[in-house]
């Protein structure tokens, strides 16, 4: 991998006096100042944001700044690491290991403090029993989403060497589908908007050019720095001339800026895709030699979007055709424009399609792999822990027994997970066996991932007989459902590393820098080396230190971590149109790394898994046109996941100043809808339908449109009783969970994708009232110790 | 004396709230307290698929431009952390210049603790009762009965 030094491009806001040309670890004012590229915990994506951690002599952490020599974020810096100090000083942080007779499950003051050294006993006991009576399939590890704990392969090959890793989301319907559509069809991980961010001069690079367009799918990356795009970068290039389209149900910030803004109804994508596809291919405004030579199954698709011409598409959408038109028109005849696909396109049954018709509208008008259109990586790139340790650790025989990989090859092979909605089967089955032993890592599903939570709930506590869980705060789930904690040190007392975007696209990389000592806690490649030198030994004697399974791990053998951390980020060497230039491909041919070598418009790995080769559209299961009957009972499409600048998912609830800016969870409502129930803004409702409801705040706001209901996700409270003792579960978190709405088996016949924003529901006030008492919050988590 | 602001493009101020969250752990101020705030104009409809949507941070009268900082010539918190980067400090006649180079700026003079600011209340001994204007009014009119209780300065005299 070849690499060069990061720039350090001074904003014009900077003052003058900076720290800018800083080395990585220096002293100011007696304080001695490390620079960081983190990542994790608390929870966020992997932008690596630059930042300087002020340690004093008593080696406490008393100030949080962002770094100004980041090459992305240039000091600039989200209220979550602002608060970084409240997070890792909480006084409900967790320090120490943690034990309680499983037969306590749910209630807070059983927990016992132990040492590190019986906790490991313990593990060790459990799990040489537990695998030794049903074999090492029986462990399962619950992976969450973003953090580096969500991504820790290595537990399960490695440490547990179990082939069951699963991220417990319905469908795996986040990030993933989009991944595996790119990957079946291109034979490139991911495709992301090119925003300089592998240039040294970035967006003033001589290789750059400046998105004409940029089309923002499904995705609101300012508060949520989604799958590692550092989402104020789009402000960045709107500043330099780039214009919007927004594919989005809701007004949002972005969409107000938009030269075109298409709401659709939710879970409808596909079909405007097919539509946006049509017009470009029958106006001939596609990149024709794009097409000729780099792709494949272009005449069949162009028969398959006839298909959906736009007055159809119109139909189906609600997004009028004029508009449809005009926004295919203006994406295509930018030169170049880019892509921004988001978490709505895993979200729906229908995601595999949604993603494959979107790669297609990037491929034929040429943007892939082209500077400001699709940056993508080569042979080499792809996330960089994927796969690694499972041939030694599981071998051919166990990963047959991946749950899930017969029935949905397609999910379990590409992303080495069991398949989540399965998984969930088997715990409430015990087929295809029983699964007897777990651990979170990164993961708080009953308040956040999982559909259904209270089910899955139950199927933990009637399956597994032994639980780990390993954070930096109780949670829900493992207040719920744990009979051992761990307690996660925080980025600030770390070491790791860190690539943007997961590796997937070539851009930039980093150190995350220990700058305080971390108590008890240890992060997840500490754990992960620990509890593989006791379980699986065999499988670590070639790392001494946790930095040899660093160097190994993460950085290929071809850095050592105690070079990387002096430069604390290196840019990845970036180049274009690699399909003219032979590394796409493993046998250094030209074109793409698919069996035809060319981007497959009609997807021979899609056949492979019994599924149509070529995108289509399907109702969302739950909608007024496939469920008109159930519609007339819950008359509004739903979707979820509403993103807030406070949180990163289910984290930060018990950080006050986070907590103040957003204290309870809130459902919007268009305001004529509002008007007719008798809902006043801020009032307390509940969202309901068949399978489940919830309490939530009314946001009575012209964001959602007269029959579309949009909630946030992940609450819990972590003020309020911590028993589980009632169907509101542990710290009330069934009160207001959404995912009470969402089903599990609901998803697309590759075995990705879910329903999360494509569901129906009604809502009706409440008399009665559950808002947040900040002062409480303050009280209980604002004295930091 | 110098008066130094805030010069706000708030064009592309995205409402991330990083400015309030910075300035809260910079003064530490305590939940309930804040030293700038990010005011919020929208969304409403100004005609079919258009929308206001304005995002302002505004300093409150607690906002003391980061004294403790600028002082050493670095940057107020607010300027350093805007994810947008929309935020800069300077001198109120510098900042001011910049005005007419794009429209949806708006440039803010903050007054840490105006109350406070104004000092305590001393009375100024060369001040006593004011009396009333002498008004020239014409005799015998109803204004000349309205002002009859009035004292005989005259206007010009005060």
């Given at each position: ?19 800018l ?27 690596g ?40 000083y ?81 469908g ?98 596909t ?34 979007a ?9 139909e ?5 055709a ?42 034929i ?46 999910y ?57 869980a ?161 519609f ?58 068949h399978?489940g ?12 449109d ?80 | 004396m ?29 939940v309930?307290k ?15 698929k258009?929308?206001?949507?304005n ?18 010539g ?47 209340f001393?009375?100024?001994?060369s ?32």
């Amino acid at each position: 991998m070849k690499t060069k030094a990061t720039p350090a491009i001074k904003l014009d806001t900077l003052s003058d006096v900076n720290d800018l040309g800083k080395p990585w670890r220096y002293t100011e004012d007696g304080l001695t100042v490390t620079r960081s590229s983190v990542w994790s915990p608390p929870g966020c994506h992997p932008v690596g944001c630059g930042l300087k951690l002020f340690v004093d002599d008593n080696g406490r952490l008393v100030r949080v700044e962002g770094d100004e020599n980041h090459p992305v974020t240039q000091g600039r810096l989200c209220p979550r690491c602002i608060a970084l100090k409240d997070y890792v000083y909480n006084p409900s942080r967790i320090v120490f290991p943690m034990k309680r007779d499983p037969e306590f499950r749910g209630q807070d003051d059983k927990w016992e403090r132990i040492t590190w050294d019986e906790a490991l006993d313990i593990i060790e006991e459990r799990y040489k029993t537990l695998t030794g009576k049903y074999g090492r399939e029986t462990m399962v590890i619950f992976t969450g989403t973003g953090r580096e704990g969500g991504t820790m392969a290595p537990f399960a090959t490695m440490s547990f060497a179990t082939p069951n890793f699963c991220y417990t989301q319905s469908g795996y319907a986040c990030y993933t589908p989009r991944l595996a559509a790119c990957a079946y069809i291109t034979g490139i991980p991911y495709p992301e908007l090119d925003y300089a961010a592998g240039l040294p001069g970035r967006y003033d690079d001589p290789e750059y050019e400046v998105p004409e367009v940029v089309m923002l799918w499904g995705k609101e990356p300012l508060p949520s720095n989604p799958d590692g795009f550092f989402g104020h970068s789009v402000i960045d290039l709107m500043r330099r001339g780039t214009r919007i389209i927004s594919v989005d149900p809701r007004v949002n910030w972005l969409s107000t800026r938009a030269d075109y803004h298409l709401r659709l109804r939710p879970g409808t994508d596909t079909a405007l895709a097919l539509a946006m596809l049509d017009v470009i291919i029958k106006e001939e405004i596609y990149d024709k030699d794009f097409v000729d030579y780099w792709t494949y199954g272009f005449e069949a698709l162009a028969e398959r979007a006839a298909e959906m011409p736009v007055e159809k598409a119109a139909e189906i959408t609600g997004v009028p055709a004029e508009d449809i038109i005009n926004a295919a028109r203006m994406y295509a005849t930018a030169k170049p424009a880019g892509i921004l696909w988001g978490l709505a396109i895993d979200q729906k049954t229908n995601g595999m399609q949604n993603g494959q018709a979107v790669v297609a509208l990037m491929a034929i008008t040429g943007n892939i792999d082209r500077p400001g259109g699709q940056v993508v990586g080569d042979i080499n790139s792809g996330l960089n822990e994927g796969g690694f340790g499972f041939d030694e650790g599981i071998g051919p025989e166990l990963a047959q027994k991946m749950i899930g990989i017969k029935e949905y090859p397609g999910y379990c092979n590409l992303i080495l997970n069991s398949q989540a909605d399965m998984t969930l089967g088997a715990m409430e089955t015990d087929e295809p066996y029983p699964l007897r032993m777990g651990m979170y890592t990164g993961n708080n599903l009953l308040a956040c991932t999982s559909a259904e939570p209270r089910r899955w709930r139950d199927a933990i506590l009637r399956s597994l007989e032994f639980c780990i869980a390993f954070d930096c705060f109780m949670t829900p789930s493992a207040q719920a459902t744990c009979d051992l904690f761990l307690p996660l040190a925080t980025v600030a007392e770390r070491e790791g590393t860190l690539f943007a975007e997961y590796g997937a696209a070539p851009l930039y990389f980093g150190a995350m820098n220990k700058a305080i000592e971390p108590g008890e806690a240890r992060s997840d490649l500490e754990l992960a080396f620990t509890l593989g030198k006791r379980l699986n030994p065999h499988l670590w004697e070639e790392y001494d230190t946790v930095r040899d399974f660093i160097n190994h791990l993460r950085l290929g053998r071809q850095f050592d971590f105690e070079d990387l951390r002096k430069e604390v980020t290196l840019q990845q060497d970036i180049s274009y149109f690699k399909y003219e230039s032979g590394t796409l491909r493993r046998d250094g041919g030209l074109g793409f790394n698919t069996p035809s070598g060319r981007i497959e418009l009609y997807s021979s790995a899609y056949r492979t898994f019994n599924e149509d080769p070529l995108p289509y559209y399907e109702e969302p299961h739950f909608s007024p046109v496939s469920t008109p009957e159930l519609f007339e009972e819950y008359p509004f499409v739903l979707t979820t996941g509403a993103r807030t600048y406070a949180f990163f998912h289910s984290e930060h609830r018990q950080i006050p100043y986070l907590r103040e800016l957003n204290p309870d969870p809130f459902v919007e409502i268009n305001p004529k809808v509002a008007q007719r129930l008798g809902i006043a803004d801020g009032q307390w409702c509940e969202v309901f339908n068949h399978i489940g409801s919830a309490k939530l705040k009314a946001k009575v706001t012209v964001t959602v449109d007269e029959n579309t209901l949009h909630a946030q996700h992940g609450w819990w409270f972590p003020e309020t009783n911590p028993n589980d003792l009632d169907e509101n579960g542990p710290y009330q978190t069934f009160r207001s969970n959404i995912n009470n709405l969402v089903p599990n088996f609901h998803v697309g016949k590759i075995g990705f994708g879910a329903p999360f924003k494509s569901m129906i529901a009604n809502i009706r006030p409440l008399e009665e009232s559950y808002d947040t008492d900040m002062s409480v919050v303050w009280d209980k988590f604002g004295k930091l110790v | 004396m110098t008066a130094y602001g805030l010069l706000i493009d708030y064009e592309y101020c995205t409402g991330c709230q990083s400015c309030e969250i910075t300035c809260k752990e910079e003064h530490d101020y305590p939940v309930g307290k804040w030293g700038i705030r990010v005011l919020d104009d929208g969304p409403w409809e100004i005609e079919p698929k258009r929308f206001n949507w304005n995002k302002i941070p505004v300093p409150t009268d607690l906002c003391d431009l980061c004294t403790d900082r600028t002082s050493t010539g670095r940057e107020p918190m607010c300027v350093h952390h805007c994810l947008a980067n929309v935020i800069t400090y300077g001198k109120v006649e510098d900042l001011a210049k910049k005005l007419p180079e794009k429209g949806k700026q708006v440039l803010f003079v903050p007054q840490f603790k105006p109350y406070e600011a104004k000092g305590p209340f001393v009375h100024d001994p060369s001040k006593g009762l004011r009396k009333a204007a002498h008004l020239e009014v014409q005799e015998n009119t109803a204004a000349e009965r309205m002002a009859a209780h009035r004292g005989d300065a005259r206007v010009e005299e005060y």
